[in-house]
């Protein structure tokens, strides 16, 4: 039987939609006239024509605002079409001043905007969504950028639920949280896998492993160079440009053509979009912000659900705070914009992203959506929000899903996550003062200091921001300056803590610490929310040390109680290879997990966390296609579960599997009946 070719369904214009569309968007400008004072429409009628008006002008502004070369996409984006819907409201008032009269700029603005957020909240009410207007602008944008690269070869699209647990996966999957991933998963066309991190069970060390094949010498998610006594942070954009040059092989994940979309590493992709190893090209136009930016639709209804995220947010905070929910996080100041930001804007540019890329037959696309990780670390591991942020990316996914039939090539989907989380009031919380002030009490003399921690999304957010926008690179935060003059610095990653003692340019022995610090190693492992503390003795090797017992690493040698028990099979293998890397702190401090509550405690202020050993942070997920092989052994590490994915791509890019009429007919390779194809060019 001859190989079946791939042939992307026709897209067709539904003429019913197109007036649905009409009359809704003529009904929110009715209202948004009506509550804008220094506007007015005449009527039903008056609404109808001016919303054709609009639809028309919106038709031709945007791919010419597209073509522009803004140095600073972001910012003046965002600006600059808001001055265009605000202008296209003008226009149209000039065009059919019988119908519609607005005094001035500040009134079409406020129209637009309101028009927008009146056009979202029905289409909430009504169960109705925008997606065939998404995929027809994604689809223009992707043919401005050239020829697609049509091919009977797969590609492949590896999506990231940045912090999701296997365990809480399987919860969401049962309770109707994510009802297009369960789909794959009953129609047997996706099969679900679990696989284990390193020690440092974070995004950094995470995609290092998994887009470049390497996580070597990355022992959190800071770490101090005590050779240049300076911090190295995986959210700063210049630090993860040197792990990234430090790494490329020419063997990454996304090399030979793949993009990288919202990455903290761009695993040698040709082109990447919100990837903080890449930050400094996005300084440039960048066609990917300009076509979504250029469509007012985008922004109007970015900056409608960006307010409403905000509402949401402190709704559950007030909520959290009124029922005494514990444990909880610290949710006001600037956080409910930074959640605003990563839950819409930075998820949708990401979708738009992506969506172009299918549409140009990229082989291999990696995006990264943290929106559940950026929740979960302040409002806790499955509250009601945090699962709201999880479902509405099971909607996206679907969107994705369905897209794929319109694309030059057949697609296969992976959705994976890096790490973890698991949950526990912060060691703060519990005693009233941090890690750093246990550490700083213990020492003989010097000052000890900790490095401001905190949310590694929002930090990279605001630097990926500043970077995209041209603002001066951000400053190194206080206690990273302090790095050059404190005895001690205490670093906090998740439940991991880092204690670097400075005197010295090298890692100091068991020994040695002892014998300068007598009373710091005792007071770390008997403080009874920490669980072990990794050290290198001088005779014994790398050691893990508890309150009533020790663990040798080369032999598994214990005396007493072993602080590994209850940290999983795989805790001294992994804690092994953490202690030879050259950046390893003199002292690694593990919390205590406590496995009856799940609980463990950051040494940073997140009361969901992930960074070290201890609970489902160490327990991410691969749900896969079933025709992609899967090992037989469990995949313990990122850089193992890198070749996993280097393999399913080679299968999938170089036609390994053909794909039969089925397949074609539906215009998906996850087994759904075919969706209504209505992507119709206006």
Request: charged fraction near 20%; glycine fraction near 10%.
């Amino acid at each position: 039987m001859p190989e079946a070719q791939w042939r992307p369904v026709r897209p067709r214009l539904r003429p019913v939609r197109l007036l649905a569309a009409w009359l809704a968007s003529a009904l929110a400008l009715l209202v948004a006239a009506a509550l804008v004072p220094g506007a007015t429409i005449r009527g039903a009628g008056g609404a109808i024509v001016v919303a054709a008006v609009v639809a028309a002008l919106n038709a031709l502004l945007p791919p010419i605002v597209a073509a522009l070369r803004l140095p600073f996409t972001v910012a003046a984006g965002f600006l600059l079409v808001l001055a265009l819907d605000a202008g296209m409201l003008l226009a149209a008032a000039e065009l059919a001043p019988q119908q519609l009269h607005v005094d001035g700029f500040g009134a079409a603005l406020a129209v637009a905007l309101v028009a927008a957020a009146v056009s979202a909240g029905a289409a909430v009410v009504a169960g109705i969504d925008d997606d065939a207007q998404t995929l027809r602008v994604a689809r223009r944008a992707a043919r401005r950028m050239g020829a697609p690269e049509r091919s009977d070869a797969p590609g492949i699209l590896f999506l990231e639920i940045d912090g999701l647990a296997l365990p809480v996966l399987r919860r969401a999957i049962r309770d109707g949280t994510t009802p297009n991933l369960a789909r794959w998963l009953e129609s047997g066309s996706h099969r679900l896998l679990g696989w284990e991190t390193d020690l440092s069970s974070q995004t950094g060390a995470s995609q290092a492993g998994i887009l470049l094949g390497d996580n070597h010498d990355i022992p959190a998610f800071r770490w101090v160079d005590k050779a240049t006594r300076t911090v190295v942070t995986c959210s700063r954009p210049a630090d993860c440009a040197a792990i990234e040059r430090r790494r490329a092989t020419g063997a990454g994940l996304l090399a030979r053509g793949g993009t990288s979309r919202g990455n903290l590493l761009s695993g040698e992709a040709a082109e990447a979009i919100l990837t903080a190893s890449r930050l400094a090209d996005e300084r440039a136009p960048n066609p990917g912000y300009r076509a979504f930016l250029a469509n007012g639709s985008n922004v109007t209804r970015t900056l409608v659900l960006m307010a409403w995220e905000v509402v949401v947010e402190v709704v559950a905070a007030t909520a959290q705070r009124r029922r005494d929910v514990r444990p909880r996080g610290a949710r006001g100041g600037r956080y409910p914009l930074l959640r605003a930001g990563m839950c819409v804007f930075v998820r949708d540019l990401i979708v738009f992203s992506v969506l172009q890329d299918l549409f140009r037959g990229v082989p291999a696309i990696y995006a990264t959506f943290a929106s559940y990780d950026e929740v979960a670390h302040h409002s806790g591991l499955e509250r009601p929000d945090t699962l709201a942020a999880l479902r509405k990316l099971d909607a996206r996914f679907g969107l994705l899903e369905r897209a794929r039939r319109y694309a030059p090539r057949p697609y296969e989907i992976v959705v994976l996550s890096d790490h973890g989380q698991t949950q526990g009031a912060t060691f703060r919380q519990r005693n009233g003062y941090g890690l750093d002030d246990l550490v700083q009490r213990s020492l003989s003399g010097g000052r000890a200091d900790g490095v401001a921690a905190g949310d590694e999304n929002a930090t990279g957010l605001r630097r990926a921001v500043d970077d995209a926008t041209g603002r001066a690179a951000p400053q190194r935060a206080r206690g990273e300056k302090a790095a050059a003059e404190r005895e001690a610095i205490v670093l906090g990653s998740g439940n991991l803590g880092l204690v670097y003692l400075m005197s010295s340019p090298r890692r100091l022995t068991l020994e040695e610490i002892r014998d300068r610090h007598p009373r710091l190693v005792d007071a770390l492992c008997e403080h009874p929310h920490v669980g072990f503390v990794l050290a290198r003795s001088a005779v014994d090797g790398a050691v893990a040390l508890g309150a009533e017992g020790a663990h040798r690493l080369a032999d598994g040698h214990v005396e007493g109680r072993d602080p590994l028990a209850g940290f999983g099979a795989t805790a001294a293998r992994r804690l092994l290879r953490a202690d030879g890397f050259p950046h390893v702190a003199d002292l690694m401090v593990n919390s205590f997990f406590d496995p009856v509550a799940e609980e463990g405690c950051a040494f940073e202020e997140l009361i969901s966390f992930h960074g070290g050993m201890g609970g489902p942070q160490t327990e991410p997920f691969v749900l896969h296609p079933a025709w992609l092989e899967a090992p037989s052994e469990p995949i313990v590490g990122a850089v193992a579960l890198h070749r996993v994915l280097r393999g399913w791509r080679s299968a999938c890019n170089d036609g390994v599997r053909a794909h039969t009429p089925a397949d074609r007919g539906a215009g998906t390779l996850v087994g759904a009946a075919a969706p209504d194809d209505t992507l119709g060019d206006p």
